[in-house]
């Protein structure tokens, strides 16, 4: 079945390591994305791609990085630099049809904790 | 600054009541709106809205824009505890970026 998946569901790291994050998506989807959730805050973008080899920030984009080298693959690492990590991180695909850019499909998500 | 407001934040019910969750927006050159549904994980979707007064229908929900007055709303008949979860509205902004802006949500629950 097409879908996107995301790896690990929970993730424990201690403070000051960088975390990988791993997305795939079998959709052959274009764009990609990866939103952050906390209680009350909604969702918000940290990166996104649009094509291969390309990537923008988001909203909160520092003490994150992220590659695309492949179109199915789209991982987040989460840096000793990010002064918060601990969150419910979600990772979301989309194409486009004419001009207009389809709805998101999102993973399962991967709560990380930092202790 | 695009952004999206969505209330109440917080909406308990009955089962069988009939529920209306509103969105607004305010973004440079509006494209689509989006509603998803967040029950344990994985945000699903619901609705892609572009045109103002076509509604949009599936089951018991229904949503509807009005690009004039900037919001939508998302409507649930007949409320079943099934229901009961976060729906978040997301607008996409026109201009070269594909990236979605999410309101909080509006977390309802729905009891027997």
């Known amino acids: 079945d097409g879908g996107i998946t995301q790896s690990p569901k929970y993730l424990f790291r201690k403070e000051g390591q960088n975390v990988t994050l791993s997305c795939e998506q079998n959709l052959n989807h274009d764009a990609m994305y990866w939103y952050r959730q906390d209680p009350g805050q909604g969702l918000r973008l940290i990166y996104y791609?649009?094509?291969?080899?390309?990537?923008q920030k988001g909203d909160i984009a520092e003490g994150y990085s992220v590659s695309r080298e492949k179109k199915e693959s789209f991982p987040l690492t989460v840096t000793s630099a990010q002064k918060n990590p601990t969150a419910f991180y979600l990772c979301?695909?989309?194409?486009?049809?004419?001009?207009?850019?389809?709805?998101?499909?999102f993973g399962q998500g991967t709560r990380l904790t930092v202790v | 600054e695009d952004k999206v407001v969505q209330s109440p934040l917080s909406l308990v019910v009955h089962e069988g009541d009939t529920v209306t969750l509103n969105c607004s927006y305010e973004?440079?050159?509006?494209?689509?709106l989006l509603w998803y549904k967040q029950e344990k994980k994985a945000p699903t979707f619901l609705f892609m809205l572009t045109s103002s007064g076509i509604e949009k229908k599936s089951g018991r929900l229904s949503s509807i824009l009005d690009k004039k007055e900037l919001f939508s709303i998302l409507n649930i008949t007949a409320t079943q505890t099934g229901d009961s979860a976060v729906y978040l509205c997301a607008v996409h902004p026109q201009g070269g970026s594909e990236k979605l802006v999410f309101g909080k949500g509006t977390k309802l629950t729905v009891n027997p």
């Open positions: 979301a695909s989309s194409n486009w049809e004419g001009a207009m850019n389809t709805e998101a499909f």
């Open positions: 973004v440079t050159n509006f494209r689509s």
């Open positions: 791609s649009q094509i291969v080899n390309d990537f």
